[in-house]
């Protein structure tokens, strides 16, 4: 099966972090929607994404909430497929590790257990891949999307765009332009830096700025050879790399049409 899995981090230790985005973004055949270190906005991000898998801190002491509180939430909200949740911890209580499973985590890895390392994690879902997704197929039924469920399937589509081109799950304009292009996917759209300001509370100018650094760095970072083939349009010689409209309407395009 050569689908690609698609994961959600809820991590609050900036290391782990760092080096979980780091190591996802070198393998191929998974794509990292987002990171949060909160709970609440974990669930949120679930119910944006539908992501295949969450890799679930289970403490988020520099965060908001804990694992738990997020498991008993994930148990109490309609989501039509679950995602596997693998759950990492430093806590070694029996009873901890039980009451995570009754609230519906899928396996426990220890942090304290030899050999232990962020990207183990990783290396866990890979090995797992094929039945993570496959069941998640043989849960969904058969029946027509909503608009709410087709916007995910946009959404994660986008997500695999950008994670191949180089677009930084770290970078400020990362989940900016996943929003620009779902919005231009479905029609023209003006002011698109204003509509996302609004929704972040923030200024145009400021989303505008942080998506041209995403861009930016990602032709800065990305082999040539790479963006040569994943990046098809014209680029100005003047300026070497895509305008923000330019970039937004080139993905628009490509993802409008393949739905």
Request: glycine content about 4%; overall charge neutral.
């Amino acid at each position: 099966m050569d689908k690609e899995l698609f994961v959600l981090l809820v991590e609050d230790d900036p290391v782990a972090c760092r080096e979980l985005v780091e190591y996802i973004e070198s393998k191929d055949g998974i794509s990292l929607v987002s990171v949060t270190n909160n709970a609440h906005r974990a669930i949120e991000l679930m119910q944006d994404f539908s992501p295949d898998a969450i890799i679930l801190d289970l403490e988020l002491h520099l965060g908001s909430g804990n694992g738990l509180q997020l498991l008993q939430e994930l148990q109490q909200t309609d989501i039509p497929s679950k995602p596997y949740v693998l759950v990492t911890t430093n806590n070694s209580s029996s009873i901890t590790h039980e009451s995570a499973r009754q609230l519906g985590a899928d396996f426990i890895m220890s942090k304290h257990q030899s050999g232990y390392t962020p990207q183990e994690a990783i290396n866990f879902l890979l090995l797992i891949k094929d039945g993570i997704i496959r069941k998640r197929i043989n849960a969904s039924a058969p029946r027509a999307k909503t608009p709410e469920e087709q916007d995910k399937k946009i959404s994660r589509k986008i997500v695999s765009e950008l994670n191949a081109i180089g677009i930084s799950t770290k970078a400020i304009g990362y989940q900016y332009l996943i929003d620009a292009i779902l919005l231009a996917v479905k029609g023209p759209v003006q002011n698109v830096s204003v509509q996302i300001g609004k929704k972040y509370n923030k200024s145009s100018a400021s989303v505008e700025r942080a998506i041209q650094n995403a861009i930016a760095k990602a032709w800065r970072t990305t082999p040539i050879e790479d963006l040569l083939q994943l990046y098809t349009a014209k680029i100005s010689s003047e300026k070497g790399v895509p305008t923000i409209t330019e970039f937004i309407y080139y993905y628009a395009t490509k993802i409008r049409n393949l739905y």
